[in-house]
């Protein structure tokens, strides 16, 4: 991240490096006498929370409060600057406080914040649709002037890249050094929310193309964030990639947009940069109001991390002047009253009843969803011995009714030859139903492998397109790509295509992927390789929709035919291809092309036919290797989608494993959680674990009841080297388990009277102290847990460091005396801070406290302390900001 020097005054003003706002500086303060120490202690307590807010709206000027882009504002005018009346009212940045006439849009800004939103206010709403409108825009081209560079070589002048001549070899901006401190900055015509960046190429190949760079973007030229990392394929095809243009859901508009080299393809080369085309958003009214919602989040932001500076450190005289001045809420009523009662007055029976509020209201579940999975593996055997079930089998499908939650299986490869049977798996009963030995004999289809099933539970039918036919086998069978459903209440086939091909459908194809959008009754295919006449020749298949109700199909991408200017998909086999029927997207990863396994993960909007790549490797961004006939399912209600590794790569070989891993991939915040993998390798180990836990393989299938929360895995390839015949027929469901509301909850009580215990030892009541250790503390561990328990039996040693006044403590421990997870017991007159910084209190501050309450520092801050904790638990849109004011200090 680049940072910008702190901003020039002028005139009592500093001019705000982001867009074209003046800031007040802090007004001269009212000459008053101070006639009494009340007057006299309100005057210094307004006067350290505006000397602290000014500081915070300086560090803020020349650093982003996230790491990620938020939005910008209209300019304000120097005659809306608080009058000397209201010392704190220019804090929240808008005209109401000072009586100005133009309260109403100060009101309107007020109302804007995240925090004080009222999800029924229609102009709320109506700000929300605006800002997903803009989303819905198609981008146009972005107008843009060299603005710097660090170096050029000889004619090889930075103002090429403004022009597309891939056969003019001089056409290019070359840089005179190949270190990493090389750059283009560029300057659009125009503030503009960049959407892509496309990089044009040399015609042929080049040793100085970018195999690494990175792409910062931002307001100033000295002061941006990172929007793009990745690099460019080592070939003549321009290549589009997405920008970062949108975080906490808001959009992001830039003004300056600067692109770093950091690594040729040729060793030791300089780096070349042949074409840039940047597509966005610059329509001045949607900008603006960009602009408008960044200012006013940045404000609203460094007043809320104020108001939590000042309530860390007991400053509760400004903490209220600060918040009556601006009437910003710091976090939901519920944390405030649990601040209150919990912290300051130190009711710790109000504090659980609170807690057990936030469970029943269900607030844990953002909590609950961040805590890793535990997976539990159960095999799946038949209720009765004789019962008829599917025999081995691999390159089989598996479809699930999510209604019923019962699962179909259609034909697959058992080692021989290919299958036509057909069963449905009841689990509620836990019984096989054989719908049919051989789908002939009822008019469908015949047998097949590597085919792909769908169901859609809206008109309960199941469709299967595709299949592989072998090499040899090729001269003398029909190489039609027939199509079918099957109707589940009537148990029939339907042949809807004799040969997709002719009807502008894709050719026989095997390896592809298949879903069904229920809503709105389309089918979409992506992938696979065709089958024709000749083995040799090797054509991907590209993305189509089949639109049901009107018996149509519709190409929408091939490896040849993609839209200008967009992201290319490029047609794999093997891969996974996921509906969110949420959002309208296609997530497709991974798969194999040619000979690479690939790794790469792209989004396909329906709504808007874009395409958006997620990760080029996300192997590099602590996901999976790279992956082939890996299976995938989705959770939509928890916005996460589940991967069962099938044949990988390992990084940096060539080198093909079958590993058993399960991942889990966070779609809202991009990212990948192991959630285990086992390297045990022989036959001698996985028979031991027959009963336990599935072997590694591949070509199996998974599926998911998002109801029951279950995936069901069956069959599949083992891969071993001396059976390349064998499949598997075993039959496994996996529960994902993770915390419940009622564990969020025993947790938070046992950190409640862990610190109620401790303030019990403190003041001299050892036995009473013990009796509710070994009671209502004890009730509320999870003694089988090691770790847990492990805690509960620390708590012990403060039974013996209550010290009186004047003497030791008891039983000789003394200031140095271990604590709690290891930390130091405060010696006498020391004060522990939150947040990084030290406390200090006058008599003033800890006055008028009921006598439940805090009398000392060191409650303050341990309840502090305790009450922090207590937040991982709520909502992140619950909560005071994560980020302390201290932090936003740059030492250097």
Request: glycine share 6%; with cysteine; aromatic share 10%.
């Amino acid at each position: 991240m680049h940072h910008c020097t702190a901003p020039k005054t002028t005139n009592s003003a500093c001019i705000h490096p982001y867009a074209q706002l003046t800031l007040p500086l802090p007004l001269p303060l009212p000459q008053r006498a101070c006639h009494s120490p009340s007057q006299s202690h309100h005057f210094h307590t307004r006067l350290t929370a505006l000397l602290l807010y000014t500081i915070a709206l300086r560090i803020s000027s020349t650093c982003y409060l996230h790491p990620t882009p938020q939005l910008l504002s209209p300019t304000l005018s120097p005659q809306s600057s608080p009058s000397t009346s209201g010392l704190l009212a220019h804090a929240e940045g808008f005209k109401a406080m000072s009586g100005s006439p133009d309260a109403p849009d100060a009101k309107r800004r007020f109302q804007h914040h995240p925090h004080n939103m009222d999800p029924n206010n229609a102009e709320s709403s109506s700000s929300s649709r605006s800002s997903m409108s803009m989303l819905k825009i198609v981008p146009e081209k972005l107008a843009y002037d060299i603005h710097s560079w660090s170096s050029h070589s000889a004619s090889y002048h930075p103002k090429n890249i403004t022009v597309n001549k891939p056969q003019d070899q001089s056409s290019r901006w070359s840089s005179g050094s190949n270190n990493q401190m090389q750059h283009i900055t560029i300057k659009l015509d125009r503030m503009s929310i960049a959407h892509t960046i496309t990089f044009g190429k040399y015609h042929k190949v080049h040793v100085c193309n970018l195999k690494e760079f990175k792409v910062f973007g931002g307001l100033s030229p000295n002061n941006m964030i990172e929007l793009l990392h990745s690099g460019l394929r080592n070939d003549s095809e321009p290549e589009t990639f997405s920008l970062k243009h949108k975080a906490n859901d808001v959009l992001f508009p830039c003004q300056y947009i600067k692109i770093v080299p950091l690594l040729a393809w040729g060793a030791n080369f300089n780096f070349s940069i042949w074409y840039v085309e940047l597509r966005g958003i610059c329509q001045a009214e949607m900008v603006e109001k960009a602009h408008w919602d960044y200012i006013n989040y940045r404000e609203n932001e460094v007043i809320r991390l104020c108001l939590k500076h000042f309530r860390q450190r007991n400053y509760m005289d400004t903490f209220e002047s600060l918040q009556v001045r601006t009437r910003m809420q710091l976090e939901d009523s519920l944390l405030t009253k649990l601040h209150r009662d919990l912290v300051i007055n130190g009711d710790f029976a109000v504090a659980e009843d609170l807690i057990r509020q936030a469970a029943e209201r269900n607030l844990f579940q953002d909590y609950i969803s961040e805590c890793m999975y535990r997976p539990m593996w159960k095999k799946i055997s038949p209720a009765n011995p004789d019962d008829a079930t599917p025999c081995m089998r691999g390159g089989h499908q598996m479809a699930i009714d999510t209604d019923s939650g019962k699962v179909y299986l259609f034909g697959g490869w058992d080692g021989s030859k290919d299958l036509s049977d057909f069963w449905e798996y009841d689990p509620d009963t836990q019984r096989w139903k054989c719908i049919s030995l051989d789908t002939r004999r009822q008019g469908g289809p015949g047998p097949r492998s590597c085919h792909k099933i769908c169901f859609d539970p809206k008109t309960k039918q199941v469709y299967t397109l595709g299949r592989y036919v072998d090499p040899d086998s090729r001269p003398n069978v029909n190489l039609d790509s027939d199509f079918w459903s099957f109707d589940v209440d009537s148990a029939q086939w339907t042949r809807i295509s004799g040969n997709t091909a002719t009807e502008g459908g894709p050719e026989l194809i095997y390896d592809h992927q298949m879903v069904v959008d229920s809503d709105t009754q389309v089918l979409y295919v992506f992938g696979g390789r065709t089958i024709g006449p000749d083995p040799n020749q090797t054509i991907y298949s590209g993305l189509y929709a089949y639109n049901i109700e009107q018996h149509q199909w519709k190409l929408i991408r091939t490896d040849n035919s993609q839209p200008e200017h967009s992201i290319q998909l490029k047609s794999r086999i093997g891969h996974s291809m996921l509906l969110n029927p949420r959002t309208r997207e296609l997530y497709i990863f991974a798969g194999q092309r040619n000979k690479d396994y690939l790794s790469d993960f792209y989004v396909y909007e329906i709504d808007t036919d874009t395409v958006h790549e997620v990760s080029r490797d996300y192997s590099k961004q602590g996901g999976p290797d790279a992956g082939f006939t890996q299976r995938a399912t989705i959770d939509p209600d928890l916005g996460e989608f589940f991967v069962l590794s099938g044949l990988m790569r390992e990084k940096n070989t060539t080198q093909e494993t079958v590993k058993n891993s399960f991942w889990v991939y966070n779609i809202k915040k991009d990212r990948w959680t192991k959630v285990y993998q086992n390297e045990n390798t022989g036959s001698a180990y996985w028979n031991s674990m027959a009963d336990k836990e599935p072997c590694p393989r591949f070509a199996h299938q998974l599926v998911y009841d998002p109801k029951r929360k279950c995936q069901f895995l069956f069959g599949g390839n083992p891969g071993e080297m001396g059976n390349p015949n064998l499949r598997l027929d075993d039959f496994w469901e996996l529960w994902l388990v993770r915390p419940s509301p009622q564990d969020v909850l025993r947790h938070a009580k046992f950190h409640i009277r862990r610190q109620k215990f401790r303030e019990m030892c403190g003041v001299g009541d050892p036995l009473g102290a013990l009796k509710y250790l070994q009671t209502e503390l004890s009730e509320v561990v999870d003694h089988e847990d090691g770790e847990e328990s492990q805690k509960f039996r620390e708590l012990t040693q403060f039974l013996f460091q209550w010290k009186p006044p004047g003497g030791s403590s008891i039983g000789g421990a003394g200031a140095g005396a271990p604590g709690h997870h290891g930390e130091r017991t405060l010696a006498a007159g020391e004060q522990r801070g939150v947040g990084g910084l030290a406390t200090g209190l006058g008599a003033s501050e800890r006055s008028g406290r009921t006598s439940g309450a805090a009398t000392d520092d060191d409650a303050y801050q341990s309840r502090t302390e305790l009450y922090e904790t207590l937040l991982e638990y709520f909502p992140d849109s619950m909560r005071e900001p994560k980020d302390n004011l201290v932090d936003l200090v740059q030492m250097k």
